[in-house]
């Protein structure tokens, strides 16, 4: 029996579940994507006392590695890391993309087309990746400009589930006939049965060296001088 926490904040919402093995126990999340660092340990509080459990009697600690938002990452892989290195817990990452196609996957179990997960980046860019139904990789993560001939090729022969943040901005220049849109929200739910098969596996990062998975470089944009 394994007791994992998961941490979900590559987007707007956050999110943390508690997984006995692979069943959900406890779900909080809000979603604002500017109260991450304020609410995270709420969160995990809130769940732990729920199930009634203390954090030394988890068995693993998961958080979503990315892509996503950069400070949003960095708040749950810091947070996740300290939880890890304090008691001595092994740290699980996930790819975000991968977590809300595994979502999809068991909310919608007789789809039987494409999943394409996107996380809204910057004007008409999204983070993204196509997966099969059984949760398979089938294109690279990328960081992807999104114009109205981006997936033709592949919407030719295959339905596609568009979800995640990033498909409404996508979804005017998306119209085909096997182009489908659902709304899933990114969430800590996602992560738990993902995160249970790498337990098993003994698939840990390494507490001190691990960081988030950016795909792209940080842009910040200076203050205005008076």
Known sequence: MAYILCIETATEVCSVALFKNDTLLHLKEIKDGNRHANELTILIQKVMNSADISLNKLDAVAVSKGPGSYTGLRVGVSTAKGICYTLQKPLIAINTLQSIANQF??????????????????????????????????????????????????????????????????????????????????????????????????????????EPYYLKDFVGTKPRKN
Do not use: W
Not at 120 to 137: C, K, P
Not at 152 to 170: P, R, T, V, Y
């Open 105 to 210: 996957i068991e909310d919608n179990p007789t789809y039987s087309g494409l999943i394409c997960p996107m996380i809204d980046a910057r004007r008409m860019e999204v983070y993204t990746a196509i997966f099969d139904i059984n949760g398979n990789l089938k294109t690279p993560t990328e960081a992807k400009i999104i114009h109205e001939n981006s997936f033709d090729e592949i919407l030719l022969s295959n339905k596609i589930a568009f979800i995640g943040n990033g498909h409404e901005k996508c979804k005017p220049m998306l119209q085909h006939v096997n182009a489908e849109f659902y709304s899933i929200v990114c969430s800590a739910k996602g992560i738990g049965k993902l995160a249970y098969s790498k337990y098993l596996e003994n698939k840990f990062e390494d507490v001190a060296y691990f």
